[in-house]
């Protein structure tokens, strides 16, 4: 099995007429350690969603989250402190808490594991996360970090359009 290396990123003319839906989302595919596009293919924001965060240094400064969803039950949220290049990397594993609120006012909470450069979510809790961003609309996301709750990360999706719900369609 090849390991997942790199972004090729796409576009799907048969299935969106030149674009992706409602551009907010975007599906890409790994590439194998020869450069070359696999089958195995990721879903994305287009761009990296905006958000704040807060420490015992600052206080809402300006954060960027990039969720990989490489399908409903494996989701990863990558979190860019000062809104930087590289996301936040852990040195050793640790626990967060995520507070996910939904267009309907649907609530989720549970915890996660951030280790190396990602917060990966447990199948169960991404199938749940994968539901409510289905709904489309406005998903707002809390979390904070189980050791150190003054560590806290704020942000929202603007799915106006569900363009989450048509490409996962196509995934």
């Given amino acids: 099995m090849s390991e997942k290396v790199h972004f090729y990123l796409t576009t799907y003319t048969d299935l969106f007429y030149g674009r992706e839906p ?13 450069g070359e596009k696999t089958n195995e293919s990721v879903v994305t924001a287009v761009k990296k969603i905006k958000g704040t965060f807060s420490n ?10 990039q969720l990989l969803i490489n399908n409903p039950s494996d989701i990863t949220m990558r ?3 000062y809104a930087g290049d590289n996301p936040v990397k852990a040195s050793y594993a640790y626990s967060c808490f995520i507070r ?22 447990k199948r169960k809790n991404s199938q749940k996360l994968h539901e409510m961003l289905m709904k489309g609309g406005t998903t707002k996301f809390f979390i904070y970090e189980a ?5 806290q990360y704020n942000f929202m ?6 363009g989450y719900k048509k490409i996962m369609g196509s995934n």
């Avoid at 996910?100 to 979510?121: C, H, M, P, W």
Wanted: glycine content about 6%; overall charge negative.
């Fill in 22 to 34: 409602d551009n907010y989302w975007r599906k890409s595919y790994y590439t194998n350690e020869f």
């Fill in 56 to 65: 015992t240094a600052t206080e809402n400064s300006p954060l960027l989250v």
């Fill in 79 to 81: 979190l860019y402190e």
């Fill in 100 to 121: 996910v609120k939904g267009s309907d006012n649907t609530t989720l909470e549970f915890q996660a594991i951030y280790s190396g450069d990602g917060l990966s979510l």
């Fill in 147 to 151: 050791q150190t709750p003054t560590t």
């Fill in 157 to 162: 999706i603007e799915d106006k359009d569900n």
